[in-house]
């Protein structure tokens, strides 16, 4: 997962392989809530693993519930509708699919076992509406009280034991704001439904109904034969009672291969973007996307848990569409929009007013800031795609979606920032991964920053924390020319066979896990360090043919989505297009002191005077060898370090890096 504070997508130009979806969030936490009221135990397949998953299962634990792991399954002991603890404060977070079930439940077992439970989320949690939920369970005679603002979280709930409810009259539920409100108490009364059938009646017309039907769908599967009348009204039959199913597989997520399914629509040029885990099978309502896609121009095929999108209509087609049946996949057509041929137009999306942000006034501000032109209403949204895209940075509003569907705007020939872009961590921890294992751009589009220097100027240390904070690749150059010069060492090759040394080179089986280099199978990474290593390493990098035989490894590292490199001449040999260069000096007695340092802190016996002689011999090597000398580039900032910090020498560096964006 990127934690960086911002996510720099360069270019991108045509996607294609396969991506493995991670499970539906909305599955998810259904399956988790109903085996934790059900008795006995139930063995959870391919759960989805982010942040609403595990304040569910937080939730679930402290409630009494057993969990444990292995591997991709989860085993779910639960609470067979007998509460266990009848006192518990629960964090859900953001997670709406957390805090509605759970608030219907908790207040149902509360109203009959006794309990008090406390129930609360982020600030933005407390921001979306409960206040339907609420009336209804009141109505039922549960003790519901909003801590905070009317109608919204914190709640409160309270019951004594042996307490009654209302069940014989119909519970009206209002279906307009939000259905999980309605699928809150579905999956909720069974609890209380021994004794007689138990009529759910929707008020206004029921939104997002897909999602009601995945409700339904899992309740079977947990013993609930839910009885369904038109849309408006539901009964749960006389003696229901949850029995687990044993065993419950979760499909991938709808909404999540939404990306993917543009993805392939956008940019499937030469071959199909592959989507595994979710096919034309699923059960969920987002799955209809697709025919979205398709009426944009996507050509897709599919079946059982999978599906494969092309490129098929381009540019894209603009398209006018109630979207009240997709709400979350419909976020990826706003984005699709931007390279159709005309204006779309996505109606009947008022819900996304009261999702983890208001999505409506989120996507026109940055579809905006893209260049976009945006018409927003109550709602609706239409987009109308500019000439050419200008480069921005996008405001992700701890929005997993937002900042998952904006990625998809880097087709179109800027780069594009993604602010905050681990809160994908919602529901698609590895989605950037995802994705930068389906695109491909020109190797000239990827940024790259060099960092060359003298050795022991500390541009090791700088350029893996300058590639740490913007999630980019890093190579340490010297690590070649050091493993080299370690295998030439071991089989005994001299420092002056050019063949033998450039032959070495050219099959070095180097690899990097980790941040660690590794030498086939064996780590290297502290033998590499090693002192006389470094010499032998200055020795045989003066060789042409072995600096010609490493050159295509260390290109090989500029990757999606950018690259940080430090040596002696990655800027001026390897990339001399990069992007910033840095020539990273101090003075002869720091670098000494600091080498100093860091061998005694390792129990390495050393002598200041010693090293200083060593290193300006090293220096006067790389400085005066016929190929690639030790020099700054002609363009490159130099720095020198004598006086800074490592902070602040990546704080420079950071803000040279700013102003060679184009992201104002
Ligand atoms: O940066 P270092 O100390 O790990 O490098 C070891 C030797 O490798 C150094 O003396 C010179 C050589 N080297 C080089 O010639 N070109 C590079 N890009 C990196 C290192």
């Not at 034991?161 to 539920?173: C, D, F, K, N, S």
């Not at 904006?406 to 921890?429: M, Q």
């Amino acid at each position: 997962m990127y934690t960086t504070r911002f996510l720099d997508l360069p270019p991108f130009a045509q996607a294609a392989g396969t991506v493995r979806l991670p499970g539906s969030k909305s599955i998810s936490n259904r399956v988790l809530l109903l085996a934790g009221l059900s008795a006995g135990t139930t063995e959870v397949h391919d759960l989805l693993d982010s942040d609403d998953t595990q304040v569910m299962l937080a939730a679930l634990e402290q409630l009494g519930c057993r969990l444990e792991r292995s591997g991709s399954v989860l085993r779910i002991t639960g609470l067979g509708g007998r509460l266990a603890v009848h006192e518990a404060q629960l964090f859900l977070g953001n997670a709406g699919t957390a805090m509605r079930p759970l608030t219907a439940a908790l207040a149902l077992l509360a109203a009959t076992q006794g309990g008090d439970f406390a129930l609360s989320g982020v600030p933005r949690m407390h921001e979306r509406p409960i206040g339907d939920l609420v009336d209804a369970l009141r109505q039922l005679g549960c003790e519901v009280d909003c801590t905070g603002t009317p109608g919204y979280p914190p709640l409160r709930l309270r019951g004594q034991p042996g307490g009654r409810l209302h069940t014989a009259q119909p519970i009206r539920v209002r279906g307009d704001v939000s259905s999980q409100f309605l699928t809150a108490l579905l999956l909720a009364l069974p609890l209380v439904a021994a004794d007689g059938e138990i009529v759910v009646e929707v008020e206004g017309e029921l939104i997002s109904k897909p999602y009601v039907e995945i409700t339904l769908n899992l309740l079977a599967r947990f013993g609930i034969a839910v009885r369904r009348e038109g849309w408006q009204r539901f009964v749960i039959p006389a003696g229901s009672a949850y029995r687990s199913p044993g065993r419950v597989h979760v499909e991938g997520d709808a909404s999540s291969a939404s990306y993917f399914v543009a993805l392939g629509a956008i940019a499937g040029v030469d071959a199909p973007v592959r989507i595994e885990g979710v096919g034309t099978d699923s059960i969920q309502g987002d799955i209809r996307f697709i025919e979205a896609a398709q009426a944009m121009g996507a050509e897709v095929t599919g079946g059982p848990g999978f599906l494969e999108v092309r490129r098929g209509a381009w540019p894209l087609k603009a398209i006018t569409l109630d979207c009240n049946h997709i709400p979350d996949a419909a976020m990826t057509l706003a984005v699709m929009a931007l390279y159709a041929c005309g204006s779309t137009r996505l109606t009947n999306i008022a819900s996304w007013r009261v999702k983890e942000t208001d999505r409506i006034a989120a996507m026109a501000a940055e579809l905006r800031k893209l260049g976009a032109g945006v018409l927003e209403g109550a709602d609706f949204i239409e987009i109308t795609p500019p000439a050419a895209l200008t480069p921005a940075a996008i405001h992700t509003y701890d929005d997993h979606r937002v900042a998952m569907c904006f990625s998809l705007a880097a087709f179109a020939g800027v780069p594009v920032r993604i602010l905050d872009p681990k809160c994908v961590a919602k529901t698609f921890p590895d989605y950037f991964e995802a994705l930068f294992d389906l695109v491909c751009t020109g190797v000239e589009a990827v940024p790259v920053i060099t960092v060359d220097g003298p050795t022991a100027s500390g541009k090791g240390t700088l350029a893996s924390a300058v590639a740490k904070a913007l999630g980019y690749h890093f190579l340490d150059s010297g690590a070649v020319y050091r493993a080299t010069a370690l295998t030439a060492m071991r089989i005994g090759v001299a420092p002056d066979d050019e063949a033998s040394l450039a032959r070495i080179a050219a099959t070095l089986p180097l690899h990097f896990i980790g941040g660690d280099a590794h030498l086939g199978d064996e780590n290297v990474a502290d033998a590499l360090r090693a002192e006389d290593v470094g010499a032998m390493a200055s020795k045989v990098s003066a060789w042409p043919a072995v600096r010609e035989a490493l050159r295509q490894l260390q290109l090989s590292f500029r990757r999606i989505p950018g690259l940080v490199a430090d040596g002696r001449d990655m800027g001026t040999v390897i990339f001399p297009s990069a992007t910033l260069k840095v020539f990273l000096t101090a003075s002869a007695a720091t670098r000494a002191e600091r080498r100093y340092k860091q061998l005694i802190s390792k129990g390495i016996p050393a002598n200041i005077s010693t090293l200083r002689a060593e290193l300006e011999a090293r220096d006067e090597r790389d400085r005066n060898r016929s190929v690639a000398p030790l020099k700054p580039a002609e363009d490159a900032l130099l720095l020198d370090n004598s006086e800074l910090t490592v902070e602040a020498s990546m704080a420079r560096v950071l803000e040279a890096w700013e102003q060679r964006r184009p992201f104002g």
